[in-house]
């Protein structure tokens, strides 16, 4: 009988100076983490109700984007969440763990990440890579939490999403490719100056953007993302403005009822420290809501409606 590859477990924890509530619930949606978690490109829910779920994740593993799907159960009365790796990427045979949240005295919490694998072949060097991005991905998700409970803000109050939808005159693979064409789009948006775009794997892509402002000075996005042709393409802003701590979009593409359409959503995490140096004295993380709305609402609309028509047959 030959023995299988060994199990290895790590421990990764943090205290925060918050109560355990609120931590559990921005681990608890998953839908947040692409905004909130720095590794995160994009997460789907695939099923599930209250107490367990399926989900795909896409992140950033040791410099590459990797995805996997895992089944959660989520036990809100002892605030846990236990996870399970369906489908691993190589070198990870399988991966699971659990997040536990401690409650302290003094309003504090220790947040606890716990993670068992085993790795293809039990290879030497693929345990230490698995090693190396479990120390890196759980120790920037810790802090990325305690950066969002430690504002003082609910993080329902600065941590939200909002989408636009248009109806779309060509059929929806049309506006697809048009997302998905982004360096071709300084020919063909007003707000965009330069891009740079590089396809590091299938279906994976790396996005520089120069964007225009309405007084004509110009900043730089760098943007994570995947393309599932034709229905959707999700990005992660790498570097965000000084008022986001994360920020995250999603393009879908599809027919309902009044016929061919596309969306543009986005998630984004608000830097309340940031607000008064922004916007000026006296304004509030409500104030920053509205203006990031309009911006970032903005630009997707533009590009909405500069994808609406592509394909449309002549008239």
């Known amino acids: 009988m030959t023995a299988g590859p060994d199990l290895r477990h ?26 909130v978690f720095g590794p995160t490109v994009h997460a789907l829910r695939l099923e599930g109700d209250r107490d367990s779920e399926r989900i795909r994740l896409w992140a950033t593993v040791n410099g590459r984007v990797s995805d996997w799907v895992s089944r959660r159960t989520l036990d809100a009365d002892r605030r846990t969440v236990g996870f399970e790796q369906e489908v691993s990427s190589p070198p990870v045979a399988s991966m699971g763990g659990e997040w536990l949240f401690r409650e302290l005295d003094g309003g504090r919490t220790e947040v606890v990440l716990r993670h068992h694998f085993t790795v293809v072949d039990d290879e030497p060097s693929a345990v230490t890579w698995v090693h190396e991005a479990l120390d890196r991905n759980s120790a920037a998700e810790l802090a990325a939490l305690a950066r969002i409970v430690e504002t003082g803000h609910p993080p329902r109050e600065i941590v939200f999403s909002f989408t636009d939808t248009l109806a779309l005159t060509g059929p929806p693979e049309a506006a697809y490719e048009f997302v998905a064409r982004a360096d071709l789009w300084p020919e063909r948006l007003p707000h965009v100056a330069g891009v740079t775009l590089t396809e590091t794997a299938p279906g994976v892509q790396d996005l520089r953007m120069e964007t225009a402002t309405a007084d004509g000075s110009t900043h730089t996005t760098h943007s994570v993302r995947v393309c599932r042709r034709p229905e959707w393409i999700a990005y992660k802003q790498v570097v965000t403005p000084e008022l986001l ?13 009044d016929g061919p359409f596309a969306t543009a959503s986005h998630t984004v995490a608000l830097n309340p420290e940031a607000v008064s140096r922004v916007l000026g004295t006296g304004h509030t993380t409500a104030d920053a809501r509205r203006q990031v709305r309009e911006l970032l609402g903005d630009n997707s609309r533009t590009t909405l409606s500069h994808a609406a028509g592509q394909g449309a047959p002549a008239r």
């Open 245 to 257: 701590l994360g920020h995250s979009g999603l393009w879908t593409f599809g027919e309902g009822p």
């Open 10 to 35: 790590t421990e990764h924890s943090r205290v925060v100076h918050a109560p355990p509530g609120p931590l559990y619930d921005l681990v608890a949606d998953v839908t947040l983490w692409p905004a």
